[in-house]
């Protein structure tokens, strides 16, 4: 047997086998039932079909839904960093979450972001500006400060408060509202911040005093969740 035959015979017997262990492209949807991470990527076992996917590593908790594109199914696959033989498992090209939540309780403007992109609507300034350090900003008489208001927030709600504070960060036009995050110095992360939302704007980068309404427990939809935000904003410097 020539060479030639040789080496034509080796490239079929390689096409056989990857056919053998790898199916078509998949693609769907499904409810993660479970997930772990490992040397950078995301495997998620969905409870519709049974079927694990894996993808680029991603940051997906239990019953939320994935979206997975371009799979390719193979069979008795070992992960050595797992240290775990998968009967079958499907590699995705792309996989992502469905509804993107906010994890956070105090979740930021940077965050609605996020939302407002999904929507289709302006998102969040890249401006930086450097946070205040404590004692920096003086408490505004007859005010409260952002620790005191995160502290305070479950006997504060339905109540109108004001705050001296820095805005951080601006997301403009998201559901309806602008939605400002304010830092004074006081408390430690994440409950150093306050998310406050307004019909008015301000800069990035200004010392401001706002007042508004303390609203507890504010549920958006889709997960997007907060233990406290100030609403009906109103600025002055």
Do not use: C
């Amino acid at each position: 047997m020539n060479v030639v035959k040789i080496i034509s015979l080796a490239i079929a017997f390689l096409l056989f086998a990857s056919a053998s262990s790898a199916s078509e492209f998949l693609s769907g949807t499904g409810t993660v039932v479970e997930t772990m991470d490992s040397a950078g990527y995301t495997y998620v076992l969905l409870e519709e079909d049974g079927r694990w996917i894996a993808g680029k590593q991603l940051e997906v908790l239990p019953g939320e839904m994935v979206r997975y594109e371009n799979a390719v199914e193979m069979g008795e696959f070992h992960s050595r960093s797992l240290d775990r033989t998968f009967e079958q498992i499907a590699f995705s090209q792309r996989l992502e979450l469905v509804n993107p939540r906010i994890r956070s309780d105090h979740a930021d403007s940077n965050a609605m972001a996020i939302v407002g992109e999904q929507l289709g609507i302006t998102k969040s300034t890249d401006t930086v500006t450097v946070a205040p350090e404590a004692g920096e900003i003086a408490p505004l008489d007859g005010g409260k400060t952002i620790d005191a208001i995160r502290t305070e927030y479950q006997q504060l709600h339905d109540q109108q408060v004001a705050v001296r504070a820095k805005v951080m960060k601006v997301s403009k036009n998201i559901l309806g509202k602008n939605w400002i995050t304010l830092q004074d110095g006081t408390g430690s992360a994440p409950g150093n911040k306050l998310l406050a939302t307004s019909a008015e704007l301000v800069e990035i980068g200004d010392l401001v005093t706002a007042k508004g309404v303390i609203k507890t427990d504010v549920d958006l939809g889709s997960g997007y969740k907060y233990k406290v935000v100030m609403e009906e904003t109103t600025f002055t410097k």
